[in-house]
C-alpha cells in the first residue's frame, strides 16, 4: 500500500499564493506520476495538475500561468505553488499517484484531502 500525506490548505484572500505539499510513503516501487485534483461542491472531482516520472507536466486549462507543480523524485514529494487564487479556486484539494508496488503491479492512490478557501 501507498500512503499520501497532504499539507498546506487553508483560507487566503483573492490574489494571495497557497502552496500545497504531498508526500508519498509505504510500499514504494516506483512512482510513475503524482499530482494534484480538486472538487468543488456540487462538481466533480478535476484535474488541476500531474507531474510524471519523465519530466512530463499537465496542467488545467483553468491554472495554467498561475499555478506550477513541483517533484522531487527523490523524496517522493509532489508541491503545488497557486499564485493568483480566485474564489473559484476554492475547493478540496486531494494529492494522487499512479505507483507501483511491485514490477509488475501498480494502482491509483489518493491522499485525505486539504481544503483551500478563497474569499473574494
Known amino acids: 500500500q501507498v500512503q499520501l500525506v497532504e499539507s498546506g490548505g487553508g483560507l487566503v484572500q483573492a490574489g494571495d499564493s497557497l502552496s500545497l505539499s504531498c508526500t508519498a510513503s509505504?510500499?514504494?516501487?516506483?512512482?510513475?506520476?503524482m499530482g494534484w485534483y480538486r472538487q468543488a461542491p456540487g462538481k466533480e472531482r478535476e484535474l488541476v495538475a500531474t507531474?510524471?516520472?519523465?519530466?512530463?507536466?499537465n496542467y488545467a486549462d483553468s491554472v495554467k500561468g498561475r499555478f506550477t507543480i513541483s517533484r522531487d523524485n527523490a523524496m517522493n514529494t509532489v508541491v503545488l505553488h497557486m499564485n493568483s487564487l480566485k474564489p473559484e479556486d476554492t475547493a478540496v484539494y486531494y494529492c494522487?499517484?499512479?505507483?507501483?508496488?511491485?514490477?509488475?503491479?501498480?494502482?491509483?492512490?489518493w491522499g485525505q484531502g486539504t481544503q483551500v478557501t478563497v474569499s473574494s
Open positions: 509505504g510500499s514504494i516501487f516506483r512512482i510513475v506520476a
Open positions: 494522487h499517484t499512479y505507483a507501483y508496488t511491485d514490477p509488475f503491479k501498480w494502482d491509483v492512490y
Open positions: 507531474a510524471n516520472s519523465g519530466g512530463g507536466i
